[in-house]
């Protein structure tokens, strides 16, 4: 069975500086990993992915996260954070299989609370 | 264009109602979910239909009974409200194995039981 395990329920930092939400997964067989955001009151936007190759992964908005296999981990960093970047960023596995009965697990969720 | 959309956003009922929750997606894909994400923002999957056949129940209640039309539609309806029902109900779908198993997320439904 799959796990993801978010290390930080919530993470405060001042704008501009450059910040670190940490994700890592336990699994028995290869994955997929996501980083998910959600702003208030709004829906799951996907902010990056990692399927294969580099293990440096950029998404939108300035992020991006590298993929530790060894460490299975999966942290997302962006250099410097805006006052717009406040959300809960969910970090996602999902089994490399990817058939009929894949499915995502998500960790439990950080929430960026950037601060002027 | 909106590629998964759920209908409605927002949604306040009593306890003991039965209510649904409408999902569609025009992206062509094969696969799609019901996720529940709780008061505490925990998301975890509730169904999964491939091709309209159900695949994944994850033990969830039998008052929610999914129901897929065909492959572009699958709603969610809910017997005899209860409380604990409260939460942000999300609809996605995935495309095929080659487009990377990415998974696709509505917009969510906030469903609030009184």
């Not at chain 1, 809960?88 to 490399?96: H, K, N, P, R």
């Not at chain 2, 997606?25 to 979910?33: A, I, R, S, V």
């Not at chain 2, 309209?52 to 572009?72: C, G, Y």
């Not at chain 2, 969610?76 to 080659?98: R, T």
Request: hydrophobic content about 35%; glycine content about 6%; aromatic content about 12%.
């Amino acid at each position: 069975a799959q796990s993801v395990t978010q290390l930080d329920s919530q993470v405060p930092v001042f704008e501009e500086a450059p910040v670190e939400l940490r994700c890592n997964y336990s699994s028995s067989v290869s994955v997929y990993l996501f980083w998910y955001v959600q702003y208030p009151n709004q829906g799951l936007q996907l902010l990056l992915k990692y399927l294969s190759g580099s293990t440096l992964v950029k998404g939108i908005n300035g992020f991006e996260a590298e993929f530790n296999k060894s460490q299975t981990s999966f942290h997302l960093r962006k250099p410097s954070v805006h006052i717009s970047d406040t959300a809960e960023y969910f970090c996602a596995v999902s089994e490399f299989d990817g058939g009929a009965t894949n499915k995502l697990i998500f960790g439990t969720g950080t929430l960026l609370a950037v601060q002027p | 264009d909106t590629a998964v959309s759920q209908t409605p956003k927002y949604l306040v009922t009593q306890m003991g109602n039965d209510k649904s929750i409408k999902c569609e997606q025009n992206l062509g894909h094969d696969t799609m979910y019901w996720y529940k994400q709780d008061s505490k923002k925990f998301l975890k999957i509730m169904f999964s239909y491939n091709n309209k056949e159900l695949i994944i129940n994850e033990t969830v209640p039998n008052r929610f009974s999914p129901k897929s039309p065909d492959k572009a539609h699958l709603n969610l309806h809910i017997n005899s409200l209860e409380l604990g029902d409260s939460a942000v109900y999300f609809c996605a779908s995935k495309g095929q194995a080659y487009s990377g198993n990415t998974i696709y997320f509505g917009e969510g439904s906030w469903l609030t039981v009184v």
